[in-house]
């Protein structure tokens, strides 16, 4: 349900609730003030959201090297990337309801304390069963501390900021993803893979002290702990279409994406080396997308009107570039396409993003770990349909396309919610000179 939050800028007065969430009356822009995110602030916060992206795919290029290491088949070494996806999508909501009720800073503080320790026990790991329960230790740092980096920024940055700061945040996230296999198949090369766990660990140790320090002002949100609150967010219809929406676009993003590079390996011949090159483009298109997206979001709220509208165009524009990406020739238009593709679903990230943060403020962690949750399981699906069809690049265009093209039909109703109800909400009366509107939930 939208509402409108009022904050009377004419004098100074003590911080206020919006949905449980303190809402710092300081946060309204002073004349002249800059329109940058506060990085100083977010340092170390930032740094463990590019330490969880860059661990997303360490493994991957290292599976060789690890079963060769602990005598046991490739096969058996990939349990360890299913460990880790399976733990934090079905924990990270759980993990989101207990921020929301104890707050940010312990959640996020231990958050980090449980990746570092991960890290470190993946490092020291002598066979697959400890570098399993290292792999799980890490996950559930990564799912404690994710969705509430996400709500802490949300709540520590100015209306105007929020979708910059998210932003910036997915953007790195996104290079981590980009960086982590280059840089763990080089560390591995020139010194073993385990001290590809011990750079993440030593870059761990770094944002402890850092992040328990930024969110030093966080407080208890209060929310109620029990498995209702978990799932309270399907409850509500706003967040539950907003969900459903991101289940249908990233089964289209990810199912296609998985198949991406056999796709262009039969079609163009391409090498493992040059695919590698097409993933950089990908991380490149996604930071770009997260980046451009959190910038006319904020441009857009400023000027009294939401940026929802922006979620069917970036559906839209996903599902055909992925389209193109499949059967488009020569490569140079097919590259093109995958940079648009991956613009598009940075952005739509962004967006989607910043909205449920918006929409339930005191269910922030909760509504950003089902998000995470969802995506894992849209994509799961998408690899599923993909997989189902004879011809790979027909199946890419179809799911790929299909499931966009869907996404965006469905996000039509939510962007006729959210805007019927941001306009009702601007209506009402006891509106005083100089209040502002941030339109939301």
Not at 92 to 112: C, E, K, N, Y
Not at 221 to 233: D, K, Y
């Amino acid at each position: 349900m939208v509402r409108s939050i009022t904050i009377d800028t004419s004098q100074s007065s003590p911080p206020d609730e919006r949905n449980g969430v303190s809402i710092d009356h300081a946060q309204v822009k002073p004349a002249g003030a800059p329109d940058r995110v506060p990085w100083r602030s977010f340092a170390g916060i930032y740094l463990v959201v590019f330490l969880i992206g860059t661990e997303t795919f360490l493994v991957s290029p290292l599976l060789p090297t690890i079963a060769e290491s602990i005598q046991v088949s490739e096969t058996a070494a990939a349990i360890t990337v299913t460990a880790y996806t399976l733990v934090y999508a079905i924990t990270a909501p759980f993990l989101g309801a207990v921020s929301d009720r104890f707050g940010r800073q312990p959640t996020i503080v231990a958050g980090a304390v449980l990746f570092l320790l991960g890290n470190v026990l993946a490092a020291l790991a002598g066979n697959l069963e400890v570098l399993i329960l290292a792999r799980v230790i890490g996950a559930l740092g990564a799912g404690l501390a994710g969705p509430s980096i996400w709500a802490h920024i949300a709540e520590s940055v100015p209306e105007r900021l929020v979708g910059r700061a998210i932003g910036v945040g997915l953007a790195l996230f996104s290079a981590g993803q980009v960086l982590g296999i280059p840089i763990a198949g080089l560390v591995a090369d020139v010194s073993g893979w385990r001290v590809a766990f011990w750079v993440i660990a030593a870059a761990s140790v770094i944002t402890v002290p850092l992040v328990y320090r930024e969110t030093r002002g966080s407080k208890p949100r209060g929310a109620t702990l029990n498995l209702g609150s978990v799932f309270s967010v399907w409850s509500d219809t706003l967040l539950r279409q907003a969900l459903i929406v991101v289940l249908f676009l990233q089964a289209a993003n990810l199912g296609a994406y998985t198949f991406l590079g056999v796709v262009l390996h039969d079609r163009f011949g391409l090498s493992v080396g040059e695919l590698g090159l097409i993933g950089v483009l990908v991380g490149i298109g996604g930071a770009v997308g997260a980046l451009l997206a959190g910038r006319i979001g904020d441009k857009t709220r400023a000027n009294g009107r939401q940026d929802t509208f922006w979620i069917p165009i970036w559906s839209v524009l996903l599902g055909v570039a992925a389209v193109v990406a499949a059967f488009g020739a020569p490569l140079v238009v097919a590259a093109a396409a995958i940079v648009i593709w991956f613009v598009a679903s940075g952005a739509f990230g962004s967006n989607v993003q910043t909205l449920l943060l918006n929409l339930r403020p005191a269910l922030g962690a909760t509504s950003s770990s089902w998000n995470s949750a969802v995506l894992y399981a849209g994509a799961a699906g998408g690899v599923a349909l993909v997989g189902l069809f004879p011809h790979v690049d027909v199946g890419v265009a179809v799911v790929g396309g299909g499931l966009a093209l869907i996404a965006a039909v469905l996000s039509l109703p939510l962007l006729t919610a959210v805007t019927r109800q941001a306009a009702a909400s601007s209506e009402a009366p006891g509106r005083a000179t100089g209040e502002v509107d941030h339109g939301y939930v």
